[in-house]
């Protein structure tokens, strides 16, 4: 990956000075008078996210102005600075002056740099920072390339990223740090009983699979992360309308934040015994296709009537949480896009997590705030757990209300959970509608830098 970061000592790199509202007037007094006069030409206001480089006299770049939100502003979007690789010309910079938060803005820097090249020449910004004093710039590498990776995965259409392709790439990442590789392929799945995984799998001619890897020492704390794998969900026979499928190739945005997380974790070496589960299936229509009000006994021997084949992330990560649960795992961990209504309820940014370890939600809200990784806790209510009722089996996949949909989906993934010490599950969206700070439009990183930071408090 192209690194946002210059190693070389760079003693011509380009200032870079942040400024505010309430700054400005300072900064812009102690300008040459010929620096000061440019920007007011220019009108340049400090307003935040506006940039402005101002010329030397012999015509090349001085220096640059970065308008950040002010101070006392109700709310400071702390990747502001993730704007800059797509504004400045091509060149090597450095921060002449503190943001809100260092950290958070070489973090962003260096996610704003981030562009999906695979299709076409790479336009990745050759645009690079000289590291700020006084950060971890290797811990920042590794989680804006872990983020680069959870992209790519989520950005490559389904046509090449297939539940095939998400295992080779999760062998390939295993492999790069000894972690030992196991996945289970198309009736294999019914003889080793992963009942859901293969039905929701079965109509596509790419054959489902469950992916399996563990790294590290056995002696350490287990855990466990799962991430859905749906490589597309077209819905199945409940089909999804035009406008509802068509961005479903980020249906696997678990699987590519769960091995996200890997990647850092494994990176960091930390003190733990990791193992990644991955439901990879397509969601495919097909005469062989599950079928409303089928009825499956899943691997916990749980037997699920379905009410919505278009609910099917549940039902892979059902079977994949059942087998995680039976080595009782110190902490449990699913990642999945497996609701319409936790973006209903708080939007594409802020996904929604569950669990009901009262210390492990407080530092899940923590290391979201610190890492500006949003997540917000919603409740496993269990009033509405008798929702999930069937007449005719043990439990229905899809609630008939429409009612608390994430909640429900939380709920139904709970039934597969018990001898696992603690559990957390986030229903992400995976992906970033529209362009903000730090954050290119397409496939996002969610959930995981959060985690991993969480994980690293904890067994670093
Ligand atoms: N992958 C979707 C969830 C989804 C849809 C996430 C749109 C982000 C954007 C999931 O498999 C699904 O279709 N869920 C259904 C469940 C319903 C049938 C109970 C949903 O949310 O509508
Ligand atoms: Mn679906
Ligand atoms: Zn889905």
Redesign the pocket.
Known sequence: MHSAFETAPATTAIPITFVTKTTWDAIGAALPAQARQFAQANGFAAKPGKCLTLPAADGRIAQVLFGLEDDAAPWRDLFRPGQLPGLLPPGVYRFANAPHDMRLAALAFALGSYRFGRYRKNKAPSVRLVPPDGVDIADITRMAEAAAFARDLINTPANDMGPEELALAAQDLAGRYGADFDCIVGDDLVRRNFPLIHAVGMASPRAPRLIDFSWGDPAHPKVTLVGKG?CF?T?GL?L?PSA?ML??K??MGGAANALALASMVMDARLKVRLRVLIPAVE?AVAGNAFRPLDIFRSRKGVTVEI??T????RLVLADALALADEEKPDLLIDLG???????VALGPDLPPFYTNDERLALEVTAHAKTENDPLWRLPLWPPYDSWLDSKVADIN???SGAFA?SIT?ALFLQRFVGAAKSWLHVDI?G?TPSAKPGRPEGGECQAARAIYKLLSQRYG
């Open positions: 749906v969900d819905g409940d999804k509802g961005i479903m980020k249906d969601n009410g919505n278009d609910a099917e992330g896009t497996l609701t319409g209504a936790a973006r996949n899809a609630p949909g989906c969206y992906w």
